[in-house]
Structures are given as structure tokens and as C-alpha cells.
T-cell receptor
Framework: NAGVMQNPRHLVRRRGQEARLRCSPMKGHSHVYWYRQLPEEGLKFMVYLQKENIIDESGMPKERFSAEFPKEGPSILRIQQVVRGDSAAYFC????????????FGPGTRLLVL | SQQGEEDPQALSIQEGENATMNCSYKTSINNLQWYRQNSGRGLVHLILIRSNEREKHSGRLRVTLDTSKKSSSLLITASRAADTASYFCAIANGTSYGKLTFGQGTILTVHP
């Protein structure tokens, strides 16, 4: 059973460009979470999605950030018009049917904005 | 803030010694989870302990939870150099639907 997959593992963007981060949950998992980790810090929750639904986006910046988890395909975290402060590691996690279960994390995407 | 806070921030020990890390939080919880992160890598889940549990074991790991003190501890016995990593506690609040709130982590260094 493959784990949570994220791609790309490393992404370099110039200021003003768009960044698209992809996450494929573990097989059988229908809950996806996105977290951001700044250097030397813990992870900060961004958004929680189920298929075709955003359940909790309380950690998402109000502008430029969006997330989706379509019926088919991976979950996408999209950052428009990136700024240097967006440089961080972005982790995706998934869990099976209920949100009270263990979250399994992917290897992360390290975004560097030049 | 309901953020879990780990203590100590950094811990340096010799192989074979035990390592104890503590986590405190401020709100009621549904469960508390411990994760390990090796430098530059993703998070590996270690143990989940529910609010109605007091202690759990997994191999060389022992986790305790004291809801009256709003604290948890992670004990690694007979540590190995390979245990060198950052350790995070994460709390799941019963009303926050899947959101895990992470602490800043404890950096553990085990010297051979």
C-alpha cells in the first residue's frame, strides 16, 4: 500500500508566478489535510478536504491560496502570485473515514520563491 | 491558543539512555498524537492516544496522557543514534474537525 504521495518534491518559483502542489492520499483514504512548515517551526494547519468538499479552511490565507480535492485525481494546493514569504515546506496528510484517526503524512513539497 | 508546547526544546543524550519529552496544551482534546521528523523529511506517525486513555506502548516508545494536567509525555527507552530527529506532539480538538495543532517540537540528538 503506497503511502501519501506529493509532487513535486521541490519547486522553485519567481515572485508573481503560480505554484501548484499535488497530493495523492493513501489508497482508501478520503480525507486530505494540508499543512505548512516554516523553517525551524512546527506545522501549521491550512485546510481539510474531503472529496469535492472543503470542510475546514480556517488556516488558509485569505488571498492567493486555494485548495481542491476533485472526485477524480489528486488534491491540489494552489498559490497564486507567490511571494518570498510563501517559501516553506508544504505537507499533505490523509486519513481514512473519520477525522479522529491517525493522519499519515507525505514527504512534503519544498517551495522556494526567488 | 490550544497549541501543544513541547519541553525541552532540545535534548542531547548518549546511546542507551532514555529520552523523555513533554507536551502541554490548553484546551480539551479528542486525541493527542506524537510524530517524528528527520531533518528535511516528512513526518512519521508514532502513537495516537485518546482522551480516555492514560498510557500506550509501542516498542521502545511509551506515551502517557494526563488530561487533568493537560499534558503528555513521550518516553523513548534505550535510545539509538537513529532516534535522532525532531519530535512533535499534535492535538486533535473535538470540535475542530480533523485539524491537528502542532507544537514547536523537541530536537533530540542521540550520540553514539
Amino acid at each position: 500500500n503506497a503511502g501519501v504521495m506529493q509532487n513535486p518534491r521541490h519547486l522553485v518559483r519567481r515572485r508573481g508566478q503560480e505554484a501548484r502542489l499535488r497530493c495523492s492520499p493513501m489508497k482508501g483514504h478520503s480525507h486530505v489535510y494540508w499543512y505548512r512548515q516554516l523553517p525551524e517551526e512546527g506545522l501549521k494547519f491550512m485546510v481539510y478536504l474531503q472529496k469535492e468538499n472543503i470542510i475546514d479552511e480556517s488556516g488558509m490565507p485569505k488571498e492567493r491560496f486555494s485548495a481542491e480535492f476533485p472526485k477524480e485525481g489528486p488534491s491540489i494546493l494552489r498559490i497564486q502570485q507567490v511571494v518570498r514569504g510563501d517559501s516553506a515546506a508544504y505537507f499533505c496528510a490523509s486519513s481514512p473515514g473519520t477525522f479522529r484517526e491517525t493522519q499519515y503524512f507525505g514527504p512534503g513539497t519544498r517551495l522556494l520563491v526567488l | 491558543s490550544q497549541q501543544g508546547e513541547e519541553d525541552p526544546q532540545a535534548l542531547s543524550i548518549q546511546e542507551g539512555e532514555n529520552a523523555t519529552m513533554n507536551c502541554s496544551y490548553k484546551t480539551s482534546i479528542n486525541n493527542l498524537q506524537w510524530y517524528r521528523q528527520n531533518s528535511g523529511r516528512g513526518l512519521v506517525h508514532l502513537i495516537l492516544i485518546r482522551s480516555n486513555e492514560r498510557e500506550k506502548h509501542s516498542g521502545r516508545l511509551r506515551v502517557t496522557l494526563d488530561t487533568s494536567k493537560k499534558s503528555s509525555s513521550l518516553l523513548i527507552t534505550a535510545s539509538r543514534a537513529a532516534d535522532t530527529a525532531s519530535y512533535f506532539c499534535a492535538i486533535a480538538n473535538g470540535t475542530s474537525y480533523g485539524k491537528l495543532t502542532f507544537g514547536q517540537g523537541t530536537i533530540l540528538t542521540v550520540h553514539p
